[in-house]
Structures are given as C-alpha cells and as structure tokens.
Nanobody, 126 residues
C-alpha cells in the first residue's frame, strides 16, 4: 500500500485548506483512513479518522468543529477539510491507513495503523 498526501501550504490564520491523500496498492474500501500531524519538537498527534464506508468519523479534541474528514471510495482518496486555521495547526500532516476488513472500527493511536504517507506541510501564519 502507498499513500501520497498533498494540499499543504502557507495560509493565514482564519483561512482554510483541503488536504488530499491518494491510496494505491490495495482495496481502499476495506481500510480505515486517518490523519495525524506532527509539529517540530512534538509527538505525532491524532487528527481524524473515517471508517471504510464513511459512516463513522472521529476527531482529535483540538480540531473538532473545524476539520472534516471525508473519502471517495471510487477515487481511492481521503480528504481533510480544514477551516478556521490557527497558528497551532502548523505541522506536517500524515495520511495513514489501517486494514479493517470492512468493520466499523475507529483507531486513534499511531500504533493501530499499518501504512503511512510521507506528509504534507501546513503552515499557518498569525
């Protein structure tokens, strides 16, 4: 499985960005998809996850109400829509996948996930 994230960039506080991650090398629909982020000097942090069908989502406390995760199983893509961005959202954002065999499992720990992309940098200026 390979994951390629894109869509990062520089944005002013209060602005919006949409990250995209394309999945290849497996059956996308059978995977839970997640987003984590890591700022310099900090541990990698759970951001969001979405089950194989899109019916269940989960968010980290710091992004609830501002970020929305979605997926398009026909395009093998997962998205992270980010609004009301804050300087503390500045980080490298990673797309990740966990094989769940079509079960409604949500995971929030790094160790739960099997595959990781290379990350896309988001920088929010004040």
């Amino acid at each position: 499985v390979q994951l390629q994230a894109s869509g990062g960039g520089l944005v002013q506080a209060g602005g919006s960005l949409r990250l995209s991650c394309v999945f290849s090398g497996g059956t996308f629909g059978s995977y839970l998809m997640g987003w984590f982020r890591q700022a310099p000097g900090r541990e990698r942090e759970f951001v969001a996850a979405i089950t194989w069908s899109g019916a269940i989502t989960s968010y980290g406390d710091s992004v609830k109400g501002r970020f929305t995760v979605s997926r398009d199983n026909s395009e093998n893509r997962v998205y992270l829509q980010m609004i009301s961005l804050k300087p503390e959202d500045t980080a490298n954002y990673y797309c990740t996948a966990k094989k769940t065999y079509y079960s409604a499992v949500v995971a929030t720990k790094m160790s739960d996930y099997h595959y990781w992309g290379q990350g896309t940098q988001v920088t929010v200026s004040s």
